[in-house]
């Protein structure tokens, strides 16, 4: 247990559809991140939010919308999906964006999204 | 920008020592860190070097060779529950952290 939730594990959506994902963490940390991990590839950054402040958006499609309403939760608004977007979406924290605490993350165990 | 080059796999016996390298290219430099992530799970964080040398943490060492961008995660006494995808990562100068694409360390009996 490293004090990340994510729901759901698994999500299997058409192009079409809209849902969410969603992220808690019970650290008390400031910092939050989403992260995709596709298949022998590197984990990609998305979206930073610190102190509920979005400080970086890696130029990611507008299909895929944050939302940080307080410290302890993060969502990620998924609609019109491609094929492509399948992947491991990992959120995670860390006590401050800088500083040699933000050094050491702490990761959900991800939702695998299949689009169909 | 920054890149992180590592092995891809790895395949190492019960009992063994593994080296995982990592090369780096970065803009700026705050250090390198390791994470472990079993099929399925969480990537997990291992350790984190800022200053050259080697670290240790039980079975689990880090090095660090700033000059030579380099660094490795040292496994010693492989166990099977060590099978897992191993991330080298490095800070990027807007504080967040770039990973690798991971090595992949299968453990054998």
């Known amino acids: 247990e490293t004090g990340v939730t994510q729901t759901p594990r698994h999500l299997v959506m058409g192009m079409t559809n809209k849902k969410s994902l969603k992220c808690e963490q019970h650290?008390?940390?400031?910092?939050m991140y989403w992260y995709k991990q596709s298949a022998k590839k590197p984990l990609e950054l998305m979206f930073v939010?610190?102190?509920?402040?979005?400080?970086e958006n890696n130029s990611v499609p507008s299909r895929f919308s944050p939302e940080c309403p307080n410290s302890s939760h993060l969502f990620l608004h998924l609609h019109t999906l491609q094929p492509e977007d399948s992947a491991l979406y990992l959120c995670?924290?860390?006590?401050?964006?800088?500083?040699?605490?933000?050094?050491?993350?702490?990761f959900g165990s991800g939702t695998q999204l299949s689009v169909l | 920008g920054q890149s992180l080059e590592q092995p891809s796999e790895v395949t190492a016996v019960e009992g063994a020592i593994v080296q995982i390298n990592c090369t780096y290219q970065t803009s700026g430099f705050y250090g390198l860190s390791w994470y472990q992530q079993h099929d399925g799970g969480a990537p997990t964080f291992l350790s984190y070097n800022a200053l050259d040398g080697l670290e240790e943490t039980g079975r689990f060492s880090s090095f660090l060779s700033r000059s030579d961008s380099y660094g490795y995660l040292l496994l010693q006494e492989l166990q099977m529950k060590d099978s897992a995808s191993y991330f080298c990562a490095v800070r990027d100068q807007g504080g967040k952290l770039i990973f690798g694409q991971g090595t992949e360390l299968s453990v054998k009996p």
């Open positions: 995670a924290s860390s006590q401050d964006l800088t500083g040699v605490s933000n050094e050491k993350l702490f």
């Open positions: 939010y610190s102190l509920e402040e979005r400080v």
């Open positions: 650290l008390g940390h400031n910092a």
